[in-house]
């Protein structure tokens, strides 16, 4: 209904009970509702002919009389009537007055015939442009009367229905099409006839409606006959105008939005009401409801639905809301496009019986769906004028479903976060985010279709997938306008509908009957994690099976070459002597100098030893430090000595020792020369060992050179059946086959092993390993690197060439390579499954070694990587990928390398800085400039651990770094004991990890506010929370998040007891630092309750106090690592440790028992698999196998006192590896015997390290 005046009639003909008094105030409001516009529209109008505007003034004097009559009829007492007064009805004078201004309203009737037949005729109008704008108006106002009378005379306008429904159509589209451009209709004679039949059509229906009301119950026949007859002869004059000046209506109206000053706004809320009206119209004739015909296929009706709603919803409202100069192309051409739509929707109405209508429509429709496109290309090309388009040649192509599930995830906790960074972009930001994970499904569903279009789709997925996140993260950083990144998120949203078309396209074409082609997910090779065993026949007495291992084993250590270079270095000359071991590129140098290394005759042979790595790039310094710890049994930190002195300090530890270099990888002789100062030639024996990959290198050095050959085709099928099976059988068909593909390796190590790793992935069936076959064709190792890396799921393909960034030949640390992938995205919450990120990072891990592309350096306790690097070849290889796949990496001018990837002059996302090793950067830290970092806004990962920059960050450093508010990676050296309280505004920060130059850091407590936190850690120093008030203790936030936290102060009872821990309900990793927590009652130290931690793993603990006193501990049964530190308890007290259930690692460190004996107790360390004594005084260990039943790994560090290992260890089952350093002569003597005994049992099983004196390996 109308919306009216408080005192129209309508309001209380509400509340009138008598009907027929109720039905003449609903006519008396219609009437003057239908009148009033009417007769204003005309009143306005310049009309020249004398009788036509005799005639309007008259009639606009009676309504105008009317209207003010019925005002104070109701004034007199509204309330009456709207309460129901009966009163009101009977009076004297309301009710006769109301019944004669009926009579008036009801006199017009002729009236308006006259007048509307005086205008027809009426030439005056063609010079006046004012009446196009009134005519608008009126017409707005008539759709109104029409919404009226459809309510309240529904059942007096049966037999129009149908033609006021279609008036009704017509009147709206004219509304909009008009109403922009009034003044420039009279100016084109084709616009002219178009507003006159506007004009016609609107009067001829305010005719209707007024004589609908009029007759009330019906219309009367001889008027409803003339009004059939004339509605036609509207209509058609008004389409043959509109099918001979459309072409003029677009340019005029293009003309005249381009007229509008830049200042002053051109789209407003009518013209979205009307795209929604236009929307709402063809959804209706796409189900077959609606009054218009669209000559046209179905499917390309449903597209321009689809299209305009989608601008609707994502880019008309961003136009409404921003009308700026910049904006003001793409506002013309948004709204062309509604203007154009909306001729074409009139112009399909009745198209059936017209068919120059129906020939312009068809051809109309392409062309709309073209304009769509060109707009959303123009919006594009807006964008990318303000935001720089080069994020897109930076982004990391590799891994792209992995970096988009990363993306969702960072999405979903951007939409709910409580700070809310995404007001005003959170019906963007969401509609993208929705988009993104309808891609990522179909991605799903489509599978991997091995072909270069499926590869290109990805590229552009994963480029939308970046320029959201770089939108979001440019917005977040208050880059920009807000336009602009509303913009932004509307292109990524067009790309992605784009690109939904096309993967279904491409699906629909690549299915072929009932197969599905293979996962996504699964890589290129789709291959089985665990392969089965092969069903073979064991015992044949013709020997047709092949038993791998036996074969293998000589070849495998290249026992010949072992055997020789042994003798070269025990044997001859008492001077020292320089053996060099020389050859290509993966024919195994490392490999076999390390065998040599590690060999028992060595260790017996050689007093000390050690082992170095130079590389193309080298520091004098850090290698001579390294060389001098290993030959001290201890790591030399930078402070306790300076590069002037090392020399002399290393040459002295070696005089007069026979002692064993090996100095692997080296690429000129300048590195001998640098290095050979400190290496004494006492005469007895001493030797130095050296890889090189040119025989000039050795022979410039004075070396005896042994050059290695390649392997010969039997020895290359040995090594790779023996990599891929194992102690497995090898049947024939598989010996045939593998026997093919080692021919292609052309006996290089490398190259065999890199194919075994791909193999083992390959599911052990004849037609795939023999498409392994001939698809490798190539002996080039590139070649099969390139092969071994296709073969990688996605998921591994960037950990891999991640190793691209780090420095040659370092050994990277697994824990930190873990916690980097995670930040940087590359792994993701594996679905339906309670694993943990990094649980499924570390198989990732064990997947790369176990593909023989990753090398192991060191294991942990517990048997998993602890360190690992990779082949220089593959490092080379890494580093091409990561340039190919969009990754930069860069020499920095301070001496240092920094990795990153983005965009290299804004969007830099990465920043790895490697400066040799820690114990060198207190010489040259002045070199580094900390602030060059803080012009990379958009920095996820920031690794300046190495960096030498000043003595650390200080406290200014930390508040610039705060504004980096992406990171989700921050290592860092520390030069103040006081983080601020900025560090909080990092909500994205994961991994914290500080190298103190202090004892002690404070946390602030905003800290606790970083609810995505998941490690925080420091070196050389621990936490401090004294600072914090009792309030917060109260308040602070539940980090369910973190998993790891070290080094925090802890006593009994203390806040950090009662409030933290208790928050950290989810912790797995603990290391603190325990105080004297004395309780008189119990006469011992109290050792906080932990069994609330349900969770927690590991636990590491130092005790600060000085003084031997009993301890009680509480540790959470769960617990599988323990690790104590100078606690210098009775060894009794052990017993509540062994009776953990869980327990698997146990260190004893610096005196944590005190104490001649240890007597081990039956029923403890049930479970126990590494057990690791350092730095204690114990004499005698009286303990049997059956105390350590699970006993694998067993390791005893400067137990000097310690007279031997029961000898019964060596029959426990379990035991794998005995590990001695620097232990007294007795108890190495009873460590051999354990050996020697075991040996003579035929138990291969056993090793033992020795270190100090001998190293012994089984």
Same mark, same amino acid.
């Given at each position: 209904?109308?919306?009216?005046?408080?005192?129209?009639?309508?309001?209380?003909?509400?509340?009138?009970?008598?009907?027929?008094?109720?039905?003449?105030?609903?006519?008396?409001?219609?009437?003057?509702?239908?009148?009033?516009?009417?007769?204003?529209?005309?009143?306005?109008?310049?009309?020249?002919?004398?009788?036509?505007?005799?005639?309007?003034?008259?009639?606009?004097?009676?309504?105008?009389?009317?209207?003010?009559?019925?005002?104070?009829?109701?004034? @007199?007492?509204?309330? +009456?009537?709207?309460?129901?007064?009966?009163?009101?009805?009977?009076?004297?004078?309301?009710?006769?007055?109301?019944?004669?201004?009926?009579?008036?309203?009801?006199?017009?009737?002729?009236?308006?015939?006259?007048?509307?037949?005086?205008?027809?005729?009426?030439?005056?109008? @063609?010079?006046?442009?004012?009446?196009?704008?009134?005519?608008?108006?009126?017409?707005?106002?008539?759709?109104?009367?029409?919404?009226?009378?459809?309510?309240?005379?529904?059942?007096?306008?049966?037999?129009?229905?149908?033609?006021?429904?279609?008036?009704?159509?017509?009147?709206?589209?004219?509304?909009?099409?008009?109403?922009?451009?009034?003044?420039?209709?009279?100016?084109?004679?084709?616009?002219?006839?178009?507003?006159?039949?506007?004009?016609? /059509?609107?009067?001829?229906?305010?005719? #209707?409606?007024?004589?609908?009301?009029?007759?009330? +119950?019906?219309?009367?026949?001889?008027?409803?006959?003339?009004?059939?007859?004339?509605?036609?002869?509207?209509?058609?004059?008004?389409?043959?105008?509109?099918?001979?000046?459309?072409?003029?209506?677009?340019?005029?109206?293009?003309?005249?939005?381009?007229?509008?000053?830049?200042?002053?706004?051109?789209?407003?809320?009518?013209?979205?009401?009307?795209?929604?009206?236009?929307?709402?119209?063809?959804?209706?004739?796409?189900?077959?409801?609606?009054?218009?015909?669209?000559?046209?296929?179905?499917?390309?009706?449903? @597209?321009?639905?689809?299209?305009?709603?989608? #601008?609707?919803?994502?880019?008309?409202?961003?136009?409404?809301?921003?009308?700026?100069?910049?904006?003001?192309?793409?506002?013309?051409?948004?709204?062309?496009?509604?203007?154009?739509?909306?001729?074409?929707?009139?112009?399909?109405?009745?198209?059936?019986?017209?068919?120059?209508?129906?020939?312009?429509?068809?051809?109309?429709?392409?062309?709309?769906?073209?304009?769509?496109?060109?707009?959303?290309?123009?919006?594009?090309?807006?964008?990318?004028?303000?935001?720089?388009?080069?994020?897109?040649?930076?982004?990391?192509?590799?891994?792209?479903?992995?970096?988009?599930?990363?993306?969702?995830?960072?999405?979903?906790?951007?939409?709910?976060?409580?700070?809310?960074?995404?007001?005003?972009?959170?019906?963007?930001?969401?509609?993208?985010?929705?988009?993104?994970?309808?891609?990522?499904? /179909? #991605?799903?569903?489509?599978?991997?279709?091995? %072909?270069?279009?499926?590869?290109?789709?990805?590229?552009?997925?994963?480029?939308?997938?970046?320029? =959201?996140?770089?939108?979001?993260?440019?917005?977040?950083?208050?880059?920009?306008?807000?336009?602009?990144?509303?913009?932004?998120?509307?292109?990524?949203?067009?790309?992605?509908? $784009?690109?939904?078309?096309?993967?279904?396209?491409?699906?629909?074409?690549?299915?072929?009957?009932?197969?599905?082609?293979?996962?996504?997910?699964?890589?290129?090779?789709?291959?089985?994690?665990?392969?089965?065993?092969?069903?073979?026949?064991?015992?044949?007495?013709?020997?047709?099976?092949?038993?791998?291992?036996?074969?293998?084993?000589?070849?495998?250590?290249?026992?010949?070459?072992?055997?020789?270079?042994?003798?070269?270095?025990?044997?001859?000359?008492?001077?020292?002597?320089?053996?060099?071991?020389?050859?290509?590129?993966?024919?195994?140098?490392?490999?076999?100098?390390?065998?040599?290394?590690?060999?028992?005759? $060595?260790?017996?042979?050689?007093?000390?030893?050690?082992?170095?790595?130079?590389?193309?790039?080298?520091?004098?310094?850090?290698?001579?430090?390294?060389?001098? &710890?290993?030959?001290?049994?201890?790591?030399?930190?930078?402070?306790?000595?300076?590069?002037?002195?090392?020399?002399?300090?290393?040459?002295?530890?070696?005089?007069?020792?026979?002692?064993?270099?090996?100095?692997?990888?080296?690429?000129?002789?300048?590195?001998?020369?640098?290095?050979?100062?400190?290496?004494?030639?006492? &005469?007895?024996?001493?030797?130095?060992?050296?890889?090189?990959?040119?025989?000039?290198?050795?022979?410039?050095?004075?070396?005896?050179?042994?050059?290695?050959?390649?392997?010969?085709?039997?020895?290359?099928?040995?090594?790779?059946?023996?990599?891929?099976?194992?102690?497995?059988?090898?049947?024939?068909?598989?010996?045939?086959?593998?026997?093919?593909?080692?021919?292609?390796?052309?006996?290089?190590?490398? =190259?065999?092993?890199?194919?075994?790793?791909?193999?083992?992935?390959?599911?052990?069936?004849?037609?795939?390993?023999?498409?392994?076959?001939?698809?490798? !064709?190539?002996?080039?190792?590139?070649?099969?690197?390139?092969?071994?890396?296709?073969?990688?799921?996605?998921?591994?393909?960037?950990?891999?060439?991640?190793?691209?960034?780090?420095?040659?030949?370092?050994?990277?640390?697994?824990?930190?390579?873990?916690?980097?992938?995670?930040?940087?995205?590359?792994?993701?919450?594996?679905?339906?499954?309670?694993?943990?990120?990094?649980?499924?990072?570390?198989?990732?891990?064990?997947?790369?070694? +176990?593909?023989?592309?990753?090398?192991?350096?060191?294991?942990?306790?517990?048997?998993?990587?602890?360190?690992?690097?990779?082949?220089?070849?593959?490092?080379?290889?890494?580093?091409?990928?990561?340039?190919?796949?969009?990754?930069?990496?860069?020499?920095?001018?301070?001496?240092?390398?920094?990795?990153?990837?983005?965009?290299?002059?804004?969007? !830099?996302?990465?920043?790895?800085?490697?400066?040799?090793?820690?114990?060198?950067?207190?010489?040259?830290?002045?070199?580094?400039?900390?602030?060059?970092?803080?012009?990379?806004?958009?920095?996820?990962?920031?690794?300046?651990?190495? =960096?030498?920059?000043?003595?650390?960050?200080?406290?200014?450093?930390?508040?610039?770094?705060?504004?980096?508010?992406?990171?989700?990676?921050? =290592?860092?050296?520390?030069?103040?004991?006081?983080?601020?309280?900025? !560090?909080?505004?990092?909500?994205?920060?994961?991994?914290?990890?500080?190298?103190?130059?202090?004892?002690?850091?404070?946390?602030?407590?905003?800290?606790?506010?970083?609810?995505?936190?998941?490690?925080?850690?420091?070196?050389?120093?621990?936490?401090?929370?004294?600072?914090?008030?009792?309030?917060?203790?109260?308040?602070?936030?539940? #980090? +369910?998040?973190?998993?790891?936290?070290?080094?925090?102060?802890?006593?009994?009872?203390?806040?950090?007891?009662?409030?933290?821990?208790?928050?950290?309900? &989810?912790?797995?990793?603990?290391?603190?630092?325990?105080?004297?927590?004395?309780?008189?009652?119990?006469?011992?130290?109290?050792?906080?309750?932990?069994?609330?931690?349900?969770?927690?793993?590991?636990?590491?603990?130092?005790?600060?106090?000085?003084?031997?006193?009993?301890?009680?501990?509480?540790?959470?049964?769960?617990?599988?690592?323990?690790?104590?530190?100078?606690?210098?308890?009775?060894?009794?007290?052990?017993?509540?440790?062994?009776?953990?259930?869980? /327990?698997?690692?146990?260190?004893?460190?610096? %005196?944590?028992?005190?104490?001649?004996?240890?007597?081990?107790?039956?029923?403890?360390?049930?479970?126990?698999?590494?057990?690791?004594?350092?730095?204690?005084?114990?004499?005698?260990?009286?303990?049997?196998?059956?105390?350590?039943?699970?006993?694998?790994?067993?390791?005893?560090?400067?137990?000097?006192?310690?007279?031997?290992?029961?000898?019964?260890?060596?029959?426990?089952?379990?035991?794998?590896?005995?590990?001695?350093?620097?232990?007294?002569?007795?108890?190495?003597? @009873?460590?051999?015997?354990?050996?020697?005994?075991?040996?003579?049992?035929?138990?291969?099983?056993?090793?033992?390290?020795?270190?100090?004196?001998?190293? $012994?390996?089984?």
């Amino acid at each position: 209904m109308a919306s009216v005046d408080p005192r129209d009639p309508l309001i209380y003909q509400e509340k009138e009970e008598d009907p027929d008094m109720k039905d003449s105030i609903e006519t008396l409001e219609l009437l003057i509702s239908i009148l009033r516009p009417y007769v204003n529209v005309l009143s306005k109008w310049n009309i020249e002919d004398r009788e036509l505007k005799v005639r309007v003034k008259h009639m606009d004097e009676v309504v105008q009389k009317v209207f003010q009559e019925v005002q104070p009829l109701f004034d @007199s007492n509204p309330t +009456d009537v709207v309460q129901g007064n009966e009163d009101w009805e009977s009076s004297p004078t309301n009710v006769p007055v109301f019944f004669s201004i009926l009579n008036v309203l009801r006199s017009l009737n002729n009236e308006m015939t006259e007048i509307e037949d005086l205008l027809s005729h009426d030439s005056s109008f @063609s010079t006046s442009s004012e009446n196009a704008e009134h005519l608008v108006c009126f017409i707005g106002s008539l759709l109104q009367n029409l919404k009226d009378v459809f309510i309240c005379r529904a059942d007096s306008i049966v037999l129009v229905k149908k033609v006021l429904e279609d008036a009704e159509d017509r009147l709206i589209l004219f509304r909009y099409l008009l109403w922009p451009m009034p003044n420039r209709l009279v100016e084109q004679a084709n616009l002219f006839l178009i507003f006159i039949g506007a004009q016609s /059509l609107a009067f001829l229906i305010s005719h #209707l409606l007024y004589s609908v009301c009029l007759m009330n +119950d019906k219309l009367n026949d001889e008027w409803l006959s003339e009004f059939r007859d004339v509605f036609p002869d509207v209509i058609d004059a008004i389409d043959t105008s509109l099918i001979e000046g459309v072409s003029d209506m677009c340019d005029e109206y293009l003309e005249s939005l381009v007229a509008v000053p830049d200042d002053t706004p051109i789209m407003d809320e009518q013209v979205l009401a009307f795209a929604d009206y236009l929307i709402h119209k063809l959804r209706l004739q796409s189900d077959n409801e609606g009054p218009i015909s669209i000559v046209a296929p179905k499917d390309l009706t449903d @597209s321009l639905i689809n299209e305009l709603n989608f #601008l609707r919803h994502n880019l008309m409202d961003l136009i409404l809301q921003n009308p700026i100069a910049e904006m003001k192309s793409l506002t013309i051409s948004t709204q062309a496009l509604i203007f154009e739509t909306g001729l074409f929707i009139y112009m399909s109405l009745d198209t059936e019986e017209d068919d120059l209508k129906a020939r312009y429509c068809s051809f109309k429709l392409p062309d709309l769906l073209k304009a769509v496109d060109n707009l959303k290309q123009q919006a594009s090309d807006l964008f990318n004028k303000f935001f720089s388009e080069s994020w897109q040649s930076y982004c990391p192509s590799t891994n792209v479903l992995e970096y988009v599930n990363f993306l969702i995830n960072k999405l979903e906790e951007l939409l709910h976060a409580k700070a809310a960074p995404l007001n005003a972009l959170k019906h963007q930001t969401k509609t993208v985010y929705e988009e993104i994970v309808s891609m990522r499904k /179909l #991605l799903c569903d489509v599978g991997e279709l091995g %072909n270069s279009q499926m590869e290109f789709l990805l590229t552009r997925y994963k480029d939308a997938a970046y320029q =959201a996140e770089y939108v979001i993260d440019s917005f977040v950083a208050a880059e920009g306008s807000i336009w602009c990144h509303k913009l932004g998120l509307f292109v990524v949203m067009k790309d992605v509908k $784009i690109l939904q078309k096309e993967v279904k396209s491409l699906l629909t074409v690549s299915t072929v009957g009932d197969s599905v082609v293979p996962s996504l997910f699964g890589g290129a090779s789709s291959l089985a994690h665990n392969p089965p065993n092969i069903n073979v026949a064991v015992g044949s007495t013709e020997g047709i099976y092949y038993r791998v291992e036996e074969a293998a084993n000589d070849l495998v250590v290249l026992k010949d070459a072992e055997e020789e270079i042994i003798e070269l270095l025990t044997g001859g000359s008492r001077q020292l002597k320089l053996v060099s071991i020389v050859g290509m590129p993966g024919l195994g140098k490392t490999t076999l100098a390390n065998s040599v290394y590690n060999h028992p005759s $060595i260790n017996l042979h050689f007093y000390v030893r050690a082992w170095c790595c130079v590389s193309q790039v080298y520091e004098k310094d850090t290698l001579l430090f390294d060389i001098f &710890g290993q030959i001290v049994g201890k790591t030399i930190q930078s402070h306790e000595t300076s590069p002037e002195d090392i020399v002399q300090k290393l040459y002295q530890s070696l005089k007069g020792r026979r002692y064993l270099i090996v100095i692997d990888d080296i690429w000129d002789i300048k590195a001998w020369n640098d290095l050979k100062g400190p290496f004494p030639d006492d &005469g007895n024996g001493s030797r130095i060992l050296f890889t090189a990959r040119e025989q000039a290198v050795a022979l410039e050095a004075n070396s005896i050179p042994y050059a290695l050959r390649l392997l010969s085709p039997e020895e290359s099928c040995k090594l790779l059946l023996f990599k891929v099976f194992g102690g497995e059988i090898c049947t024939p068909e598989w010996l045939t086959i593998s026997e093919r593909i080692a021919r292609n390796c052309k006996g290089l190590p490398l =190259a065999v092993v890199l194919m075994a790793g791909i193999l083992k992935r390959t599911e052990r069936k004849e037609d795939c390993w023999e498409h392994v076959s001939n698809t490798l !064709i190539s002996s080039e190792v590139s070649d099969i690197l390139e092969f071994s890396y296709k073969h990688l799921p996605n998921c591994l393909q960037p950990c891999f060439i991640y190793f691209g960034t780090f420095p040659e030949d370092i050994t990277v640390s697994a824990t930190k390579l873990i916690r980097l992938w995670i930040c940087e995205g590359f792994v993701q919450q594996p679905s339906l499954c309670q694993k943990s990120l990094e649980q499924e990072a570390e198989n990732y891990l064990n997947d790369l070694v +176990d593909r023989s592309l990753l090398m192991v350096d060191r294991r942990s306790s517990k048997g998993g990587v602890k360190a690992c690097h990779v082949h220089d070849i593959l490092r080379d290889f890494c580093t091409i990928k990561l340039r190919n796949e969009r990754f930069l990496m860069q020499e920095h001018k301070y001496g240092g390398t920094f990795v990153l990837y983005g965009d290299l002059e804004k969007h !830099i996302c990465s920043l790895l800085f490697y400066y040799g090793l820690d114990r060198t950067i207190n010489f040259r830290r002045n070199l580094f400039n900390f602030r060059f970092v803080l012009q990379y806004e958009f920095l996820g990962v920031l690794d300046l651990e190495n =960096a030498p920059f000043g003595s650390g960050a200080n406290t200014t450093d930390f508040v610039n770094i705060a504004k980096l508010v992406q990171l989700r990676y921050l =290592a860092i050296g520390v030069d103040t004991d006081n983080i601020p309280s900025e !560090i909080g505004n990092l909500r994205n920060l994961e991994t914290f990890l500080l190298t103190g130059a202090s004892d002690e850091i404070m946390l602030p407590e905003t800290i606790w506010n970083l609810v995505s936190l998941r490690h925080i850690l420091t070196k050389n120093s621990f936490f401090s929370f004294q600072h914090y008030n009792q309030d917060f203790y109260q308040y602070f936030c539940q #980090l +369910d998040n973190l998993k790891s936290i070290s080094a925090i102060p802890l006593s009994h009872g203390d806040d950090i007891e009662k409030f933290i821990l208790r928050r950290l309900t &989810g912790i797995q990793k603990l290391g603190c630092k325990f105080s004297n927590s004395w309780d008189d009652s119990t006469g011992c130290n109290l050792f906080p309750v932990l069994n609330f931690l349900s969770e927690l793993q590991s636990l590491k603990v130092f005790f600060l106090g000085k003084t031997l006193y009993p301890c009680k501990f509480s540790f959470p049964s769960n617990l599988k690592k323990l690790s104590l530190s100078n606690f210098r308890l009775p060894w009794d007290e052990i017993s509540i440790i062994g009776q953990l259930p869980n /327990l698997e690692v146990l260190k004893l460190l610096n %005196n944590t028992f005190e104490g001649q004996q240890w007597d081990m107790r039956e029923g403890e360390f049930e479970n126990l698999k590494f057990l690791k004594l350092d730095s204690l005084n114990i004499e005698l260990w009286n303990a049997s196998s059956e105390h350590l039943p699970c006993l694998e790994k067993l390791v005893l560090i400067s137990c000097q006192q310690l007279e031997e290992i029961p000898s019964s260890f060596g029959e426990i089952p379990t035991l794998q590896l005995i590990e001695m350093k620097w232990c007294s002569s007795s108890a190495m003597e @009873s460590v051999k015997q354990i050996l020697e005994e075991q040996r003579e049992m035929s138990n291969d099983q056993l090793n033992v390290t020795i270190v100090g004196v001998v190293k $012994i390996h089984g």
